[in-house]
């Protein structure tokens, strides 16, 4: 285990030296000249650079092509800075303790997440089998795109750049598959940590200047990773009221109190002791589930919204999509800050034309907005808007607003967008998505108690910093703040009305207006605008943060003084606001598609990404706030901040059990099986080193034990879980028929049935073990009879179907 820590912590600190020549010439505007995005950027043009050669046939997934990779990356890092090599190392030698900070940054958040995941490592429950099941498929795939783990014969159908950069570490570190799962999580977890400190930094020496007063932004900027990685939703203090039975008639069980709170786990008296600290199983995970989704009956939806934040992410453990972009987004919050301080600026021709851009910037741009949509596809719209919106407001700054900005504007975001998407071509050309267009949330509004509940420990720093600019008489332009709200807000209802309008005419849409007691449309839309009324304190906190944000942004955006060689921090930092209270109103009106049929995806993903960019604008709120505010608004922000920590204080002595393990630590995620099935995860280990083939095991229900062997092997199995694979492929035309077939494979007496689907699905190895035998009506002669066992051992069992007989 050490040696597996080591030689990750080794090549990540490798890795952000080898890059940061090429960091220093491309985030030329910023303080720190990208050194806490280094490792960040090193990594994505690496991963980029390794994934895309392989794609195309050029190089294999092996060690030799990943190294081959890496070099490519060096001789262009050293040719970019060979030039400034001496003005390099005079920056370094004045920069020391910036360099000292950040890494002790990145290297103690590095093995606090060690220790959280060593003292819990399995990858059980909930979406870790999956994440776990790419990792080993990925190393266990020779060339890209990687086989499905789940679906053979297909590719992965899924945003896995996440998952090839933990495969490629793993290949190059030697590390194993279960180990490299907790490892990337992790690395993931240092590397956020770095990069939040490193947006803050950046920020606070600007503020520096903007204020004239001294901060120490070395010191400040440490407040970045904590509001990001750390400060949570202030569920919590709920589960500590309940748990000491505040609230609560305990002799008759009832409550008035948490009858008004209606949140379904808070809803029953608590079990003793009384105490502050919360007893009840998992209840850390309510934490997640804040938001309900109330009808107009007074019911409480099934598929209420998923409310996910950072700090409960690692606390769960999964190493989901959502949690591997978040040092990129890290990275690319980094370079919007660098172009709107005027690192883009520049004129470029081509055929003709003149674009307002350096191309250098234009490339790196469209590489890491690329890698984002490839890491997490939910992420590129806001992540696109605040990179443009960037270079505009740096135009608006030099220039001023005027009908031109626009013209400036399509000139980037055109171009990028198309070659954003072109470099990452390989892989959008396989991806099959599960979204399918907009569908409107008549009649869910969100409730402003569960809105403060989940932000309110950032509302309050936000709040705050719009009074710090209104006491300071930053220039504000009310009249297009407001009215652009309003229109946002109204356009979202008539979309969300005329959406209802039509689904209204279809069975759907009867059977939603039948089920919330009405029996027209008139009438439903009627009793839903009643219904957002009353709960209209949660959309009048959006409007209020939007508008105030919007308003200023429109105010400091624009060159106060002759003298300011810099925009204003603030017009970045309102930028971020602005572009996160966007993401939360929409799912108020509108939401994607999918497979549930609800918001609740559509929360989790656009509630994320604001909790990442209004995380990094409290942290900047605080600062000032604490630098330069009232004594209230002080103690206000302090007050806030400690609430915002009791979760991971309680939550993570949970989850490792004090830090405390019956079995002793590791950082191998699929060790856990060997405890519980030593003879199957015998046979298992003998599948992982056997030939490439496909392998046919029991076929059962989502987030349970069935796709074991597929999952740890990284051999593809017929099927894994197929409502997984519904929901990555839109549909189950490709799972088809695999459920009943493998069915029959264990089942039939008939050889020659049997044999038909071997053949059908090109099956290597027939696994026999527990949930064979429990879900099956196992007929074993059949195997016996026409086949050899490869690996035998107590009731695990592993039949090899030799190639003639896949004729």
């Known amino acids: 285990m050490i040696i597996s820590i080591l030689s990750w912590v080794i090549l990540s600190l490798i890795l952000g030296w080898l890059t940061f020549p090429l960091a220093y010439r491309l985030f030329s505007k910023l303080s720190d000249r990208g050194y806490t995005f280094s490792r960040i950027l090193g990594l994505l043009l690496w991963g980029f650079g390794f994934w895309i050669l392989t794609s195309l046939n050029l190089l294999q997934n092996q060690p030799g092509g990943i190294v081959f990779s890496l070099v490519i990356l060096l001789v262009i ?86 998952y090839i950069l933990a495969g490629m570490i793993a290949k190059l570190t030697a590390t194993s598959g279960g180990a490299a799962f907790n490892l990337m999580l992790a690395l993931v977890f240092g590397m956020s940590a770095v990069g939040a400190y490193g947006v803050l930094y950046n920020l606070l020496v600007l503020l520096g200047h903007q204020i004239k007063k001294a901060i120490t932004a070395i010191s400040w900027a440490l407040l970045g990773p904590v509001f990001l990685l750390f400060v949570s939703n202030l569920e919590v203090i709920l589960e500590m009221l309940h748990q000491r039975g505040i609230g609560w008639d305990l002799s008759t069980g009832t409550s008035q109190f948490w009858q008004w709170i209606n949140i379904e786990s808070l809803n029953q008296p608590p079990s003793p002791p009384l105490t502050l600290i919360p007893q009840r199983f998992w209840w850390w995970w309510q934490a997640s589930r804040v938001i309900q989704d109330i009808d107009l009956l007074g019911n409480v939806s099934s598929l209420s919204p998923i409310d996910e934040f950072p700090a409960f992410s690692f606390v769960l453990g999964d190493l989901h999509p959502h949690v591997l972009v978040m040092p990129f987004v890290m990275l690319v919050i980094g370079l919007a800050l660098n172009v709107f301080l005027g690192g883009m600026s520049g004129r470029t021709k081509i055929l003709g034309f003149v674009l307002p851009y350096r191309l250098d910037q234009f490339f790196l741009s469209a590489v890491i907005l690329g890698g984002i949509a490839f890491l997490n596809t939910w992420d590129l719209p806001v992540y696109f808007a605040l990179l443009t919106g960037a270079f505009v407001l740096n135009r608006v700054f030099e220039k001023g607003w005027s009908w031109q900005r626009f013209g400036e504007f399509l000139l980037l975001a055109l ?159 309102l930028l971020m606001i602005v572009l996160g209270a966007v ?10 598609r999918d497979s549930f049929g609800a918001r609740m995806n559509t929360i989790f993903k656009f509630y994320y990404q604001a909790w990442m960019l209004w995380s990094l604008g409290a942290a900047f709120g ?44 590791s950082l191998d995620a699929s060790a856990y099986y060997a405890q519980y099935q030593p003879d199957e995860a015998a046979a298992i280990d003998w599948l992982s080193q056997a030939s490439d083939g496909v392998v046919a095991e029991a076929v059962g229900g989502q987030y349970s034990g069935y796709a074991r062997v597929s999952t740890l092997s990284g051999q593809p199995a017929v099927l894994g879980w197929p409502g997984h694979e519904g929901q990555w492929r839109g549909g189950y035309e490709e799972v088809g028929s695999r459920e009943p077939d ?34 099956y009506a196992l007929n074993l002669d059949k195997f016996e009879q026409n086949l050899s066992p490869g690996f035998q051992q107590g009731f695990a069992t592993v039949f090899v179907v030799p190639e003639t007989l896949l004729d």
């Open 77 to 162: 890092s050293v040719w970019s800075g060979w030039g400034k090599r001496h003005e390099i190392w005079d920056w370094i030698k004045s920069h020391w303790r910036l360099i000292l900070v950040s890494e002790i940054v990145f290297i103690t958040a590095f093995l606090f997440m060690i220790l959280v995941r060593a003292s819990n490592p399995e990858a059980t429950g909930t979406e870790k089998p999956m994440e776990l099941a790419f990792i080993n498929a990925i190393l266990n795939s020779k060339a890209f795109p990687p086989k499905d783990p789940w679906l053979s014969g297909y590719s992965i159908s899924y945003y896995h750049f996440g």
């Open 415 to 573: 171009p990028l967008g198309i070659f954003s998407l072109a470099l990452y071509a390989p892989f959008l050309i396989s991806f099959q998505s599960q979204a399918g267009g907009i569908l409107p949330n008549i009649y869910y509004p969100t409730r402003g108690l569960y809105l403060w509940l989940m932000f309110g420990a950032l509302f309050i720093p936000l709040i705050l910093f719009f009074g710090y600019l209104l006491r300071k008489r930053k220039k504000a332009d009310w009249r297009w703040g407001a009215l652009l709200v309003l229109v946002l807000i109204v356009v979202l209802y008539l979309v969300s009305v005329l959406l209802g309008v039509v689904i209204a005419n279809m069975d759907i849409g009867q059977q939603m207006i039948t089920a919330q007691g009405q029996t027209s449309l008139g009438g439903i839309l009627m009793a839903a605008l009643k219904h957002r009324l009353s709960y209209g304190f949660g959309l009048l906190t959006l409007a209020l943060l939007l508008g105030i944000g919007l308003s200023y942004l429109l105010g400091t955006s624009v060159k106060q003084d002759l003298d300011d060689e810099k925009p204003s921090p603030f017009t970045f930092v």
């Open 583 to 592: 993401m939360v109103i929409a799912p108020e009106f509108v939401y994607l």
């Open 622 to 665: 605080a600062v000032l706030i604490i630098k330069d505010g009232k004594l209230v608004s002080r103690i206000l922000v302090v007050i806030f901040l400690i609430l915002g920590l009791f979760y991971p204080a309680l939550a993570y002595d949970e989850r490792t059990n004090s830090f405390q393990t019956s079995q002793g630590f």
């Open 742 to 775: 493998i069915r029959t494979l264990y089942e039939t007496p008939d050889w020659s049935a049997a044999q038909e689907i071997i053949q059908r699905y090109q099956i290597n190895y027939i696994f026999v073990g527990s949930l064979e035998m429990s879900t």
